[in-house]
């Protein structure tokens, strides 16, 4: 390995720190904004709490996918799950933006992260599908567990994501647990309304 290649894997790693000063719609606990590498740390969380269950898929893929999915966000940010669909062309952003930041790294492994994120954006794999449903249930887990601004739309919600939270019966599972949070948190928005 040459000292160049490692200078391009530092010049990256410099880059990639952007990541954690982009921040999500989403609010902690504490109630400031979530940044898309804590959510990325959260979805890389629940591989290895539930890798029981998921037994039979790629542990080691499944991690990959998980930190590299949301990582073109660090140069124009992120687009909230409620604004996407006015987005249509989030996907070649987010592609252009990776092939930015992965410009320093050495073809090989440039085209290993590119490739992985392609598997990802297309479900191209069991273990992207899987990576995709917990994507969604990480971001209703943050919008339920957040202290979130008084209109907040719960609503979105319970339709969020329901094309991969519907693929197996383990994502059905959490799903329904979930939701159940998220009905609770209207209710009680109807109450104080």
């Known amino acids: 390995m040459t000292d160049e290649i490692l200078k391009g894997k530092l010049a990256f790693l410099r880059e990639a720190e952007q990541l954690k000063d982009v921040l999500r719609s989403a609010h902690t606990s504490s109630g400031r904004q ?15 709490v539930f890798e029981q269950e998921l037994a039979g898929l790629d542990l080691q893929k499944l ?23 006015a987005h249509p062309h989030k996907s070649e952003q987010e592609r252009a933006d990776l092939l930015q930041l992965t410009r320093s790294l050495e073809p090989s492994l440039r085209d290993s992260l590119l490739g992985l994120w392609e598997e990802y954006e297309a479900a191209a794999t069991p273990e992207a599908r899987a990576v995709k449903a917990l994507d969604k249930l990480e971001t209703l887990l943050q919008h339920n567990q957040g202290r979130n601004p008084e209109n907040f739309d719960y609503g979105f919600n319970l339709g969020y994501g329901r094309r991969y939270t519907s693929a197996t019966p383990l994502f059905q599972t959490l799903r329904e647990l979930v939701d159940e949070d998220t009905r609770r948190h209207l209710g009680q928005q109807a109450t104080e309304a």
């Open 63 to 85: 991690l990959k996918l998980c930190v590299i999915h949301d990582l073109g966000e660090a140069i124009h940010g992120d687009i909230p799950a409620v604004s996407q669909a």
């Open 34 to 48: 979530e940044s898309t590498a804590e959510h990325s740390w959260r979805l890389c969380l629940m591989v290895l």
